[in-house]
């Protein structure tokens, strides 16, 4: 009852108000005076603090009544779209922009829904075909099941284990892109102590043999993608007398295995 009153009266007010003041841009603005946000500070501190403190380019480029046209109960529908003012890029052609723009009085203070992905490659395009050209678990995830803020860099090890206690953090990506976590590929400086957790046997070989392959690392060899397998000839050429090489089809014939040579 009291809030009928209340509104009773304030409508009433509004409606007086609505013969001087200029609610649009429409009328000849120039004699009349404008409604500045000192206007409606008399209602609505809220917003006004919002616009004041977060309200960017809505605060330096427009003023309240530019989205707000119009007030009850002369009239019922000033709320406006977004569209009215942004339009022409893929960003604008989504449905519900308050989703993460969730106060538009704080414009730039965005708070992701649950789930989004397709909003995201508007402007982050590469990692969206990243997930699509190389179809892993991750591309069955939406963005925001990792990157819960925006900006927001999640750590593999929040979600996975390490192969090996001593690969930290910091070593995954020099194997794995986030985006494309299957295609595993790695600079030959990477250190031996990488490969070790999952290949024991290689490296005890190597550990244990005399020969000058001991000193090279794994990566030396076996170069940036993961299961490159190279020939000897790639470093070595034919050394021998042709007749030799004619004789025997492979080097391991002599030589044994890279990791264990003869
Ligand atoms: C005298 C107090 C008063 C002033 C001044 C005032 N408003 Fe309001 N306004 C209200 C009240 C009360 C409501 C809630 C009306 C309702 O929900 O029925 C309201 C509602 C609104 C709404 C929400 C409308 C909706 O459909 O939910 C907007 C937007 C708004 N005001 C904008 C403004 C702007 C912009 C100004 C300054 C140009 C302004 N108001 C000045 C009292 C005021
Ligand atoms: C960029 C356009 C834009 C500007 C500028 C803007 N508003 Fe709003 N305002 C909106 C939109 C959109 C909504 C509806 C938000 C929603 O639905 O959650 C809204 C909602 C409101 C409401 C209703 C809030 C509620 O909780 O129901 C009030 C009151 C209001 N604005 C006042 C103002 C005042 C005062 C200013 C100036 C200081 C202002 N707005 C500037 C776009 C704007
Ligand atoms: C009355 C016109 C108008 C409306 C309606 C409007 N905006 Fe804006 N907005 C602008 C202008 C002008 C700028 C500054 C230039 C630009 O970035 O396009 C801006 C800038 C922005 C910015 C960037 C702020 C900054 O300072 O970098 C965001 C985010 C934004 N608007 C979101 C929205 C959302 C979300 C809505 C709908 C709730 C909306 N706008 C409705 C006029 C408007
Ligand atoms: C999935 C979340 C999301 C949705 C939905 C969304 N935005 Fe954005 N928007 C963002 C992010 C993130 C930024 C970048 C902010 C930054 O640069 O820090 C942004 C930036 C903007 C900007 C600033 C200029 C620019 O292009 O960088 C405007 C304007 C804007 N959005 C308007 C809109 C409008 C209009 C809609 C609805 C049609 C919308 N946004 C829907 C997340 C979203
Ligand atoms: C309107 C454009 C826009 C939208 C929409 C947008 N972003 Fe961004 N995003 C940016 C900009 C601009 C940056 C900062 C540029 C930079 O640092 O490379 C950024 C930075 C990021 C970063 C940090 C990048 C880095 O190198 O540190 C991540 C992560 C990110 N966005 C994820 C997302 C996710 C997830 C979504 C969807 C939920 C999204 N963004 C939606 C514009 C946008
Ligand atoms: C499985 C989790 C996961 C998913 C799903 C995911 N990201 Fe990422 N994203 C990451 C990780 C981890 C990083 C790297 C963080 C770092 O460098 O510390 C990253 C980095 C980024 C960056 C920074 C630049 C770059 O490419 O390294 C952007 C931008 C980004 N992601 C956007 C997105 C977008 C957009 C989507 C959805 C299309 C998405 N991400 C999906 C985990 C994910
Ligand atoms: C928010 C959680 C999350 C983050 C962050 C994340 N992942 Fe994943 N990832 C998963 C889930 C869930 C799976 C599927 C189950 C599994 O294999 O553990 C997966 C699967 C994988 C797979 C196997 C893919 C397949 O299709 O078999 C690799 C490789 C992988 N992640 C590497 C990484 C790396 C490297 C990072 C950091 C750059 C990372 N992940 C960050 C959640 C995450
Ligand atoms: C030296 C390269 C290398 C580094 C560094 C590396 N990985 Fe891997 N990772 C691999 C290889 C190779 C596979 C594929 C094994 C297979 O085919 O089964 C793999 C597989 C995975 C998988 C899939 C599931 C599994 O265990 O087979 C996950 C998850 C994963 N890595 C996470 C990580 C995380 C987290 C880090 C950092 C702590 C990391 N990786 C560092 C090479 C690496
Ligand atoms: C997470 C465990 C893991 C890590 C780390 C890892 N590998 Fe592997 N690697 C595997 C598995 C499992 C296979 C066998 C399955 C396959 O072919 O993908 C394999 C296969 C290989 C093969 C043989 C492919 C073939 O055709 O027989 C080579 C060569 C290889 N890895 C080299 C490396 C090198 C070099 C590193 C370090 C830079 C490394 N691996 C790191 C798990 C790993
Ligand atoms: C990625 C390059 C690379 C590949 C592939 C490679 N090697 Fe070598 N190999 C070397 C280097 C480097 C040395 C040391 C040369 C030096 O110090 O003079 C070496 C040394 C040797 C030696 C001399 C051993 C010693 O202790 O003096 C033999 C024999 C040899 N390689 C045979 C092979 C055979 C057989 C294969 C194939 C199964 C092979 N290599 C594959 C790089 C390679
Ligand atoms: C001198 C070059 C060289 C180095 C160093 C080297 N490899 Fe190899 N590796 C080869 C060659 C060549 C083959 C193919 C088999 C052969 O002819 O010896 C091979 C085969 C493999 C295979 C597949 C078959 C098998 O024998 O298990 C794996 C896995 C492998 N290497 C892992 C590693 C790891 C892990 C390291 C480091 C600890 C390493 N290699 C170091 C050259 C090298
Ligand atoms: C018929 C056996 C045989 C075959 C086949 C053979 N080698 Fe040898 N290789 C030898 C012998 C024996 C030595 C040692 C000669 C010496 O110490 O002077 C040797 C030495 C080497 C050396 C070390 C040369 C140096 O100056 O220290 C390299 C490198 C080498 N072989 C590479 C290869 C490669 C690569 C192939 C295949 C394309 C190959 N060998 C095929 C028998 C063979």
């Known amino acids: 009852m009291k809030k009928f009153i209340g509104q009773t009266i304030l409508a009433v007010f509004l409606l007086g108000c609505t013969v001087t003041p200029n609610w649009g841009a429409d009328s000849a603005a120039a004699a009349e005076k404008p409604l500045d946000r000192e206007f409606c500070r008399k209602c609505h501190t809220k917003e006004i603090d919002d616009i004041e403190t977060k309200g960017m380019a809505h605060k330096t480029e427009i003023d309240c009544v530019d989205c707000h046209a119009g007030h009850k ?8 779209r977004c569209s009215l003012c942004h339009s022409d890029a893929p960003h604008y052609n989504q449905l519900q922009c308050l989703n993460c723009h969730r106060n538009p009085h704080r ?12 909003e995201c490659l508007t402007c982050h395009e590469t990692q969206g075909e990243e997930l699509q050209q190389f ?45 494309k976590p299957l295609q595993i590929a790695y600079s030959d400086d990477t250190p031996t102590s990488f490969c070790s957790p999952c290949h024991a046997e290689a490296t005890g070989l190597l550990e244990k043999t005399q020969s000058k392959h001991g000193q090279l690392s794994c990566a030396e060899c076996h170069m940036n993608q993961h299961g490159t397998i190279p020939a000897c000839e790639e470093c070595h050429g034919k050394p021998h007398a042709p ?20």
């Open 107 to 118: 414009p730039l203070e965005i708070k992701f829904p649950k789930k989004a992905y397709a």
């Open 73 to 80: 109960p002369k009239s019922f529908e000033n709320i406006p």
């Open 243 to 262: 007749g030799i090489h004619n004789k025997f089809s492979s080097c391991g014939e002599c030589h044994g295995t890279a990791h264990q040579l003869n």
């Open 135 to 179: 179809p892993s678990y991750h591309s069955t995830l939406a963005c925001t099941d990792c990157h819960h803020q925006h900006k927001d860099l999640p750590e593999c090890t929040s979600c996975h284990q390490s192969h090996d206690p001593t690969m930290a953090e910091e070593t995954c990506q020099t194997c794995h892109a986030p985006h």
